[in-house]
């Protein structure tokens, strides 16, 4: 199985601030790499696919990068709406794998 | 609009069986692949199976196989999920997901339902 390794589990940010979370996998996985954005209580929603693919409606101070074992995820510029806990997802293989999450939380 | 309704979710006694639904509109159901993803509570999300748009492939997680069968009718537009041998450890919130093209829930999610195994 390949595993997702997700970094920071958490971080502590200010509205306007840059941020960059990783999910490196355990061997290649292409581009087969999406990412989840999670509020509480609510269902995940499609922010990235095939890496850095911006899903339709999705903020343009998202963006995803990478390929092979290495993948980020950068928030340009924090909003208010942006304080809550993203995913990682491989797509490569079965079984498909998420990474552990990242909580992003307000300094 | 893609709509995305999950029923079925309940208490259950380890050991018990309990069967999911999905109901889908919005697309042509059998075009697509679908997914279960569960959440425990507090906890990250786990991909449980995914099954193709004919319903001919279907996919496990090694913690369900044996245990869990993922199902669709595509008459009916809806997924289902049959959940046996329930353990503790099933205790989740369980969402049903349109699958992309290639592989692997995408854009379109339901709001999930909650499935409890205590004694």
């Known amino acids: 199985d390949i595993q997702m390794t997700q970094s920071p589990s958490s971080l502590s940010a200010s509205v306007g601030d840059r941020v960059t979370i990783t999910c490196r996998a355990s061997?290649?996985?292409?581009?087969?790499l999406a990412w989840f954005q999670q509020k509480p209580g609510k269902a995940p929603k499609s922010l990235i696919s095939?890496?850095?693919s911006l899903q339709s409606g999705v903020p343009s101070r998202f963006s995803g990068s990478g390929s092979g074992t290495v993948f980020t995820l950068t928030i340009s510029s924090l909003q208010p709406e942006d304080f809550v806990t993203y995913f990682c997802?491989?797509?490569?293989?079965?079984?498909?794998?998420f990474g552990g999450g990242t909580k992003v939380e307000i300094k | 609009e893609v709509l995305l309704l999950e029923s079925g979710g309940a208490l259950v006694q380890p050991g018990g069986s309990l069967r999911l639904s999905c109901a889908a509109s919005?697309?042509?159901?059998?075009?697509?692949?679908m997914s279960w993803v569960r959440q425990a509570p507090g906890k990250g999300l786990e991909w449980v199976s995914d099954?193709?748009?004919?319903?001919?492939?279907?996919n496990y997680a090694d913690s369900v196989k044996g245990r869990f069968t993922i199902s669709r009718d595509s008459s009916k537009s809806t997924l289902y999920l049959q959940m046996n041998s329930l353990r503790v450890e099933d205790t989740a919130a369980y969402y049903c997901?349109?699958?992309?093209?290639?592989?692997?829930?995408?854009?379109?999610w339901g709001q999930g339902t909650l499935v409890i195994v205590s004694s």
């Open positions: 099954i193709s748009g004919s319903g001919t492939i279907t």
């Open positions: 997901a349109k699958d992309r093209l290639f592989r692997g829930p995408g854009d379109s």
């Open positions: 061997q290649g996985i292409n581009t087969y």
């Open positions: 919005g697309f042509i159901f059998s075009n697509f692949a």
């Open positions: 095939s890496a850095s």
């Open positions: 997802l491989q797509y490569n293989s079965y079984p498909l794998t």
